[in-house]
């Protein structure tokens, strides 16, 4: 099979994968409610139904390397792609909660080795100075599972059933299996060596720990012991595993690709830009239904025009990328952040809606700038045999991220909220709207602080180092070297 052929397939298939994997969390969301109400579980008892996932997707990331490694990245994202499947009908089938949590956990199992397994796998099959293509390609379901999921979830708990968000997976998943069966092929890896069993128990445990506590401190506040009991055994469990993973020949995690200085540098940007943009991704909808009394369908059809103009933006920049390099892509994108997050303090309780639309489009573009150059030129420098284990570094790095900037957003719009409703009349409601407005303001600052230390940390960035992924003239030109001259 030509080179040319074979990549676009590898491209195809993991992008069928990944949109089961984001569509089943972002459909999730809007069908808790009704969850609740179906199985008679109080808010605590329906969160596990989302813990489960996230412990099991925080076991599995960290160890997805090392399993491709040693079973083959093919097989492994089949089984990945099986598990999450037959995991999904088992969540619609469940007729109790204990088995809903039990589907959910291995849901997680699934999808913590198929994104980091699949990601490998599109960057081996793509030349460097091609891999910019490939972000264009998993552009397209980061961008567009999200906006669907809410509005597909609303219309299959209304008009359907909330087992259908599950079983939508079912048909996806069995396409992305066919193409895996048909079209992949098995690659050549490196020797992993035994199963480190210390240092999968201490990362998984570890990131565990850590994401857990943040969710908790976001939700119960961060003087509760338990979030400080999570934290504090994540500190310990992190620490443990680094200590354990720089002392043997062939660890779970190579924590020694973070000496190159383009991927450590990278796997920053990385929670910093995530941060950003779930930050904002968190707060718009709450913005919209709690305070403009929106439903969820048109709140929905409020954040598609991002996510458009993110998509299309990701295609341009997958093409000019090799020409221009990634530091000035980079610089720029979190320049536009800085600017919609100072500029989303212009939105108020009767604000016209096309303003925010107009925000959140340019927010759109400058996330589709920064996709794709983080993306890429982390990678630029990691050899095939280790894409398997940077990979999934960069995974767990993705998934701190998500987490760290949903409850940092949740943790300031609360504490400026209770801090606001105590110094207002409480029979006063535009008052207490108002306080919440103030609040909301406070917290999409958030996305700015995020920003502005990712624009700093940008200037580490040196496009010489992601030369591998540049065209060839640009490339010699970043390095001080000569043209290559023409045949």
């Not at 972002?26 to 199985?39: C, D, P, Q, Y």
């Not at 989302?50 to 093919?74: C, E, H, N």
């Not at 619609?92 to 204990?98: I, N, Q």
């Not at 857990?212 to 400080?228: A, F, K």
Request: charged residues 10%; proline residues 4%; aromatic residues 8%.
């Amino acid at each position: 099979m030509r080179r040319l052929e074979y990549k676009w397939l590898v491209g195809i298939t993991f992008v069928l994968a990944l949109i089961m994997q984001i569509l089943d969390v972002t459909i999730l969301n809007v069908a808790l409610a009704t969850l609740g109400r179906e199985f008679g579980v109080s808010a605590g008892q329906l969160q596990w139904v989302l813990t489960s996932y996230m412990i099991s997707l925080a076991v599995f990331i960290p160890a997805s390397g090392w399993i491709a490694d040693r079973f083959g990245s093919k097989r492994t994202f089949q089984l990945a792609v099986i598990t999450f499947t037959a995991a999904s009908m088992l969540c619609g089938l469940s007729t109790e909660m204990w088995m809903l949590v039990g589907a959910r956990f291995l849901q997680g199992v699934g999808g913590g080795m198929l994104v980091p397994v699949g990601q490998a796998m599109m960057f081996r099959a793509f030349p460097a100075n091609e891999r910019a293509k490939a972000g264009a390609v998993l552009s397209i379901p980061i961008t567009i599972a999200p906006m669907l999921g809410p509005l597909l979830g609303g219309f299959l708990v209304e008009y359907a059933s909330w087992r259908w968000i599950f079983f939508i997976n079912l048909p996806v998943g069995a396409l992305a299996l066919l193409f895996t069966i048909l079209f992949l092929q098995e690659e050549a890896t490196r020797d992993p060596g035994r199963f480190d069993v210390p240092g999968f128990v201490f990362a998984g445990a570890g990131l565990a720990s850590l994401l857990y506590g943040l969710d908790l401190g976001s939700q119960d506040g961060w003087t509760e012991v338990p979030v400080w009991i999570a934290l504090g055994s994540a500190v310990l469990l992190i620490g443990a595993l680094v200590w354990r993973e720089l002392r043997v020949r062939k660890p779970m995690l190579d924590l020694r690709l973070l000496s190159d200085r383009m991927f450590s540098t990278g796997n920053v940007l990385l929670i910093c830009m995530t941060g950003a943009m779930f930050g904002v991704l968190f707060l718009i909808p709450l913005y919209l239904q709690n305070l403009r009394g929106f439903s969820p369908l048109e709140a929905g059809l409020v954040l598609m025009p991002q996510a458009v103009v993110m998509l299309l933006t990701t295609q341009v920049v997958s093409r000019v990328y090799g020409r221009i390099g990634p530091k000035r892509l980079i610089l720029v994108g979190f320049a536009m952040q800085i600017c919609t997050g100072a500029l989303l303090q212009l939105q108020g309780l009767h604000t016209s809606v096309w303003l925010l639309v107009g925000l959140l489009g340019t927010q759109g573009l400058a996330m589709g700038l920064l996709m794709t150059p983080v993306q890429t030129a982390t990678f630029a420098r990691i050899s095939g045999p280790s894409m398997g284990m940077a990979s999934s570094m960069f995974n767990v790095s993705r998934q701190v991220a998500t987490a760290l900037g949903t409850a940092v957003v949740a943790t300031v719009l609360t504490v400026l909220t209770t801090r606001g409703m105590a110094t207002v009349d409480q029979a006063a409601p535009a008052q207490m709207a108002q306080v919440q407005m103030s609040a909301f303001h406070g917290a999409f600052l958030v996305s700015v602080v995020f920003a502005a230390l990712g624009m700093v940390l940008t200037l580490r960035v040196r496009d010489a180092d992601a030369a591998a992924t540049l065209d060839r003239r640009n490339a010699a030109a970043r390095k001080g070297e000569p043209e290559p001259s023409k045949p």
